[in-house]
């Protein structure tokens, strides 16, 4: 059975969460507590390189690390990705863009405030270009339903337009 190491709180846990419940794949769900520093124990690299979650482990001793690796893995050959080729790059496009222009300004920030509890100082830096990724989404978000491909994938994941209300929420301080 598939094993995924995480914690429903954290966005990029969450949507491997989703996309298991999506596709009725049975798993067993392993909650990790970051803040127990429970990835950070000696025997976690071995499994996970970067010591971080959502991890899969998808066969005995088997082990995946980074969200958007995982789903693509598990996305094969569903119709959340049997695409053709462009298509399928620009569902990486906004996979690619998640990682870099997303996750560490809005999936941090409502990391610090939803799981560790810190103070909203922390957030400050992460303002700014948080608010620019998401002008980017609602800006590519006007006139389409989706990221890519007119129809729903695997480059919706934590990014859905639909919650970009709550992400501009997060970054004024709120979880
Ligand atoms: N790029 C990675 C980011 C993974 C990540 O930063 N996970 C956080 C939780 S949201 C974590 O494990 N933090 C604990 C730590 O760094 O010790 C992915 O998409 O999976």
């Given at each position: ?22 596709l009725g ?16 124990t ?12 959502p ?14 690796a ?24 906004w ?20 799981l ?55 970054l004024?301080?709120?979880?």
């Amino acid at each position: 059975m598939l094993r995924v190491y995480g914690d429903i709180l954290s966005g990029i846990c969450y949507k491997v969460k989703l996309l298991l419940t999506q596709l009725g794949l049975e798993h067993q769900w392993i909650f990790t507590d970051i803040r127990a520093g429970q990835s950070r124990t000696p025997e976690f690299p071995a499994k996970s390189p970067n010591g971080r979650i959502p991890l899969l482990e998808h066969a005995p001793g088997r082990f995946l690390a980074e969200s958007n690796a995982i789903l693509s893995f598990l996305a094969e050959g569903t119709p959340f990705l049997a695409w053709d080729r462009v298509e399928w790059a620009e569902v990486l496009q906004w996979m690619f863009f998640e990682q870099y222009s997303h996750e560490p300004y809005i999936g941090t920030s409502r990391n610090y405030i939803a799981l560790l509890g810190e103070p909203a100082k922390y957030i400050a830096r992460r303002v700014k270009p948080g608010y620019a990724a998401l002008t980017v989404m609602e800006r590519h978000l006007k006139d389409r339903q989706y990221f890519a491909g007119g129809r729903y994938s695997i480059a919706e994941g934590t990014q859905s337009g639909r919650r970009i209300p709550g992400r501009r929420a997060c970054l004024r301080g709120g979880a």
